[in-house]
């Protein structure tokens, strides 16, 4: 493993120094996506819009503009909407298709003047936590390429630990921000729902999906967050609040909550939900995770028991309201008004049938039938209402929970990356590998990932975080303490 990294600082001074330029760090990037191009990370690649964005960066740079991202490469979940490279959600469903607007967090991320190398793999339409259901073929974990790298941002995880940009974007319905950057030693936060624009994101489940940075720290991925995040009057679900321009950095470098610096999470109270740390999680990924819990308690921290009551129940819940959302978004794309239309049919019903059969991988087909299912005449008491209201009281217990404390720490997933068809046999094994991320999307909370070192066969380990509604910034910066006295965030696969 190596542990050479350049942070968006690091490029920052660079920029700011004349000392490289955005289309030098551009072409360095489309460079290593080539060099990495095994690792199936991009889907859509094209040189002559990212010189373009690249010169247009040089340009606002010569005219005395500053900004923290200003002439910074990334790369877009394949989920985002993007003129000039296609907008898949890694479907043949939608091969080829180019939209004509670029979604809302595309948009700022191009106001604060990044760079696009261009769009990354992803399981289809979102569904799925190991970037083997994309219709381009799985991406690869560059720690091991026997391995799955997560998903379902799976190509936004691996384009960062590779080194190809230094933050992607990637979106998060129960857990595919967090796992991917688990499973690959990087960093990853979920916002608060409603905290960054779901304007031309494919949906997946519109009451869940929610965008976010992943990067090698959480100083990088405030950096991102506050290009981000914002109110959006295109979105219905986009939370306006009074602050409108918070800056995620603020807490950087300051004791959380005393004025002792050599115990900055002195005061600061991190609960530990007793279910996370049960049966099923394996002895490699809890040691890494004990170590980080007790450099926290060195930083000055106090650990609380804790219990989140409902946490099995968050798969059940999430596997009925998540595929009856999918269900109704995705009935769109039928072969007339949007996506793949099959080229033999005999009338209206089996152009639908063919189309959609075509169109769809298996696991986007499963999830849409269970939807359609539990939403049927007869059915939607049953299972949909009842998962509705076990989200309620998941999100109950979290608030009963930061009653004793002010974060929830844990395991990102109870395995490190497993290898690469070990589980796509059996979809309810696959599903299990959320457990400790479900139930945070369920409520709405924001959460993120902090690598916190390496299990089996040397591959990473992450820590979950879990903050209280709109508590990014804090949380955030518990994560920068942990990352200033221990160097995991700094290491990359060699």
């Known amino acids: 493993m190596s542990s050479k990294i350049q942070s968006i600082s690091q490029l920052r001074a660079l920029l700011d120094e004349k000392k490289t330029s955005a289309v030098e760090l551009a072409q360095d990037a489309l460079r290593q996506a080539g060099q990495q191009s095994r690792l199936n990370a991009f889907v859509d690649i094209r040189d002559d819009l990212t010189l373009q964005q690249a010169k247009a960066a040089d340009a606002r740079l010569a005219a005395g503009e500053t900004g923290a991202l200003l002439g910074i490469p990334t790369a877009h979940k394949d989920i985002f909407v993007t ?43 979102a569904m799925g936590s190991s970037n083997e259901k994309s219709a381009y073929g799985p991406c690869l974990n560059p720690w091991d390429t026997l391995a799955v790298p997560g998903g379902s941002s799976g190509g936004s995880a691996v384009a960062v630990a590779a080194g190809v940009v230094p933050f992607t974007t990637g979106t998060d319905t129960g857990g595919s921000i967090r796992q991917p950057a688990s499973l690959c030693g990087i960093t990853g936060i979920k916002p608060t729902y409603g905290s960054c624009s779901r304007y031309g994101m494919i949906a997946y489940a519109s009451s869940l999906d929610q965008a976010g940075p992943m990067a090698h ?51 600061v109270r991190v609960g530990l939900p007793a279910e996370f740390f049960g049966e099923g999680l394996t002895t490699d990924v809890r040691a890494p995770v004990d170590a980080a819990l007790k450099q926290l308690e060195t930083l000055g921290a106090t650990l609380v028991n804790i219990s989140l009551p409902r946490t099995e129940l968050s798969i059940p819940a999430y596997y009925v309201i998540a595929p009856a959302e999918a269900s109704s978004n995705l009935s769109r794309f039928d072969g007339v008004r949007y996506g793949h239309r099959a080229a033999e049919y005999s009338d209206l019903k089996s ?45 109950q217990d979290f608030q009963a929970a930061f009653q004793q404390c002010d ?60 903050g209280n509604y709109f508590k990014e910034g804090e949380m955030l910066a518990l994560a920068d303490h942990y990352q200033a006295a221990t160097d995991w965030h700094l290491y990359t696969p060699s």
């Open 83 to 125: 003129q000039g490279w296609t907008s898949t959600a890694g479907s043949k469903m939608l091969a080829g298709y180019q939209s004509p607007f670029d979604a809302e967090v595309v948009s700022r991320l191009n106001a604060a003047g990044t760079v696009s190398i261009g769009k990354l793999n992803c399981d289809e339409f």
């Open 217 to 267: 720290s959480a100083r990088d991925c405030a950096l991102v967050l506050n290009a981000m995040v914002g109110f959006d009057a295109k979105d219905s679900t986009s939370v306006q609040r009074p602050v409108s321009n918070e800056d995620f950095t603020a807490g950087f470098g300051k004791p959380l909550r005393t004025g002792d610096v050599a115990k900055p999470l002195a005061g």
């Open 351 to 395: 152009m639908y049938e063919n189309s959609r059969s075509e169109g769809f991988g298996l696991e986007v087909q499963r999830r849409i039938m269970v939807g359609a299912y539990v939403l049927s005449h007869g059915y939607y008491d049953a299972y949909y209402l009842q998962a509705q209201k076990i989200r309620r009281l998941i999100a």
């Open 407 to 466: 974060f929830i720490a844990g395991p990102v997933s109870p395995t490190v990356a497993w290898n690469l068809g070990e589980k796509s046999a059996d979809p309810v094994q696959m599903y299990l590998a959320d457990i400790y991320t479900l139930s945070t999307s369920l409520a709405g909370l924001p959460g993120m990932s902090v690598p916190v070192g390496f299990g089996d066969k040397n591959r990473p380990v992450g820590m979950q975080l879990i």
